[in-house]
């Protein structure tokens, strides 16, 4: 059965119901038995199911059952939820099974009871953040139509005032009950996933909170930076690509400050001859330094932010970011090949009897600062996406 368009609507099913059995099945009555469907539309809204729910193998793609409630244990294995998916205040009395299910779009599990067992082994979500993010906007904008409504029949005011943030920490809420059902089941790998959904909707729910403290303030931009830096500990490829990004701009800037210092002073370097402009660069900075100090110290500030922001740009910019991404694979392999241990600047050549405002020694020791807490990222992330117990 397939693209069905169903309406249940304030129903109530006193026997067990099967939605994915086949019709043949003997020891089912036909009357309560769909074979494996696809539902186009389907509206469970305010139903009550006595016993036993199998919604097993489906597939759906608008699909309401907000309000109801599940007597017994309700059944999902296998399914797929390619769009609209509404389980808002839904109760499920006993097991919950959403094992192998697949979600393409953000669910509603906000106020959800779950008085049994979760199982939400092996379940794929798969959105982004501004999947959710734009989920959560229509949820709101569905319930302020609800509110404002003045059609005839409509209570006024049946609605309280509910904010934009309120609706984000509901979809928290929702995604927490899965992580800490995975949890206790000793499931870290898929709970993870939970966990960066989560911390997804404390970012949005900050990001428009009315009356930030500057806390909040500070906390959405962590969390903004960690979902750019390592999709919350969750990417391993994204955090080794944020490592190579922040070796690879660190490169680019020292050659870029030499090469400008040095045509500065009237020597134009190529790059066949660059330990040759390394060499005049050492010979005349702490002259430089010495007749300038207070321009030496604004250049190093200049240099910091300046550095900082392209770092942050690359990492939060889509298009920026896979544009450094290629060029510092490139620039770090080269390094590794001629000499690793400028990676490491505060441990090489850059701070070997240098003077304190040297802009070389500064900014390699600013670089190893963010070098290691990247490092220590990626190794974080790794660990916690490894199947080894760490």
Known sequence: MNNLKV???NSLFEK?????????????????SFGSCSFEYANFSNCYFKNEVYFKNNEFKQVFFRNSKFNDNVYFNNSVFKDYTDFHECEFEKTANFYRVRFDKTPNFSQAIFKGNLNAVNTNLNFTFDDLQERIKQEYAFYETQRTAKEAGVIPNLYQEK???KFANDFRDSFRIFKNALIKDNNLLDASNFHKYELYCKEIELKNKKGKTFKDVVDR????????????????LQSLNSLILVIGIFVISSVAMVVGFNYSLGYKPILEHWYFSLDFYNHHINSIIQDNYLFVATVNLVMLFGYLILVGFALCLKYMREFFIIISYVITLLVLAISPKILIPAMGIFTDKRAMLDPLSVFGGIYTIIFGFVAFSFIKTIRKNSIVPS
Request: aromatic fraction near 16%; charge should be negative; charged fraction near 35%.
């Open 7 to 9: 309406e249940f609507n």
């Open 16 to 32: 067990e119901v099967y939605f994915g059995k086949e019709i043949n099945d003997k020891n089912i009555e036909k009357s309560n």
């Open 163 to 165: 904010s934009l943030d």
């Open 221 to 236: 931009w962590q969390l903004l930076f960690y979902r750019k830096l390592c999709d919350h500990h969750t990417d391993i």
